[in-house]
């Protein structure tokens, strides 16, 4: 079933004609990553890693679906009551068993990993929310605020309870931030930020006190990058890199994710090119062991 709106859908994303989905995961006590599902009839994006650690949550087709890694893949959707399409900004809380969620309908929603019935967190219809990170006591979500229909403007850091309330707005910086999440003790948000940029789009790594302040830049680099995501031990953590030049952060480019340790941003642990961006690390993949992590590919023709 889903929830009934009044408000314009965000688009679905799908595959090309030609497109793969191909879900990856490395462990960092090996060498190379591992292709563990792949499929050309559904594109799927943003793989978080469920809490029992046997299995990813992606999102695809406007559903959330579970990707069963043992004792083979196996890929069923997760029955949710109440939810629009969403899209590939989704967060788990592993210790009370929830998943929030950005639907296409602009707002954010929870619901039970395993499925269930949703409920819409915020109510605020002249705003887009796009979530990336739940505090540690589970009471506050982290998210980029829009106004509906500008996406030109630039996105700001945005807390709300995470039963629903007023949303407030810590200082990080004048320029379009994205990918907010928390540290494990809850001190710091992570996040890509344009305030370091020395051209328009140029996103670099940051991190903020929870509470706002002054941005601190991780790495300065000359290509765009998106995304921190940080281990659940707060020792690594990985991140993405689009081409210097790039505007956002779109579909169907060459790529490169980088894994660092996080007392040195400036020495890559290991990096994996691919052919992918938007879908691809959206959203912490970690698993709870904090020794693997999934991504996700989507070559196309000879790219496959």
């Known amino acids: ?48 890693w469920a809490p029992d650690g046997t299995g990813l949550l992606l999102n695809g087709d406007g ?13 069923s959707p997760i029955l949710i ?49 796009f979530l990336h990170g739940v505090s540690p006591d589970g009471t506050t979500l982290a998210f980029v605020d829009l106004p509906r229909g500008d996406f030109s403007a630039a996105g700001r850091l945005s807390l709300i309870p995470a039963t629903g309330g007023d949303t407030t707005y810590p200082a990080a910086g004048s320029r379009h931030i994205d990918g907010p999440e928390y540290t494990a003790d809850g001190d710091w948000i992570y996040l890509n930020t344009e305030e370091f940029g020395v051209r328009p789009g140029h ?63 400036t020495r890559h642990l290991l990096s994996v090119p691919l052919f992918g961006g938007q879908g691809t690390l959206n959203v912490n993949s970690w698993s709870p062991d904090g020794r693997r992590f999934a991504y996700v590919a989507y070559p196309l023709g000879d790219r496959a």
């Open 63 to 75: 559903l959330l679906w579970r990707l069963d890694l043992e004792p083979t893949a196996s890929l």
């Open 81 to 129: 009551a109440g939810l629009p399409p969403i899209n590939n900004d989704h967060v788990v809380d592993a210790p009370r068993d929830l998943i929030y969620l950005s639907a296409n309908d602009g707002h954010l929603y929870v619901a039970p990993v395993a499925g269930g019935t949703a409920s819409r967190i915020s109510h605020d219809s002249t705003r887009y929310h």
């Open 203 to 265: 996103a670099q790594l940051a991190r903020v006190p929870a509470t706002g302040g002054e941005l601190e830049q991780l790495v300065v680099s000359d290509t765009v990058d998106w995304f921190p995501h940080l281990s659940p031990d707060g020792t690594h953590a990985t991140y993405i890199s689009f081409p210097t030049g790039t505007l956002g952060h779109p579909a169907d480019l060459e790529v490169q994710i980088h894994v660092v340790d996080t007392g040195d941003w």
């Open 1 to 48: 079933m889903t929830q009934t709106t009044d408000q314009p859908m965000l688009p679905t994303r799908g595959l090309a004609v030609g497109q793969t989905t191909q879900v990856w995961v490395v462990d960092l006590d090996r060498s190379e990553p591992e292709l563990v599902y792949s499929t050309d009839e559904l594109l799927l994006e943003a793989p978080n």
